[in-house]
């Protein structure tokens, strides 16, 4: 079992920074590939970055790629996204979630079997 809450997400203007922070409760948490989501108004819930245990493997989708960072630290069961430059297209609410082992870096929700609360992120023009 594994629990997860965002926090870090707020009111910014294009071209800003924020960091996302996601902690994790249960003993097993640096054996799950770590995922964030973000889901736009009227929009499905979309991939955007993922880690994998070993801290070092990480996979994002195009449109964050140069501009989001992803990292973990397995020793404090923390994950987070460094998004910097950012833009009013990347306004949505923020979902960290987990991934069992085996399944690679997976960009479908349904392989990912615990999430956040989700955290609103709103980026001004």
């Known amino acids: 079992q594994v629990q997860l809450r965002e926090s870090g997400g707020g009111l910014v203007q294009a071209g800003g920074s924020l960091r996302l922070s996601c902690a994790a409760s249960g003993r097993t948490f640096s054996t799950y590939t770590m995922g964030w989501f973000r889901q736009a108004p009227g929009k499905g819930r979309e991939f955007v970055a993922a880690?994998?245990?070993?801290?070092?493997?990480?996979y994002y989708t195009d449109s964050v790629k140069g501009r989001f960072t992803i990292a973990r630290d397995n020793a404090k069961n923390m994950m987070y996204l460094q998004m910097n430059s950012l833009k009013p297209e990347d306004t949505a609410v923020y979902y960290c979630?987990?991934?069992?082992?085996?399944?690679?870096?997976?960009?479908?929700?349904?392989?990912?079997?615990?999430w956040g609360q989700g955290i609103q992120v709103t980026v001004s023009s």
């Open positions: 979630a987990a991934c069992p082992p085996g399944l690679g870096f997976s960009l479908r929700t349904a392989d990912y079997n615990y």
């Open positions: 880690v994998k245990g070993d801290t070092i493997s990480t």
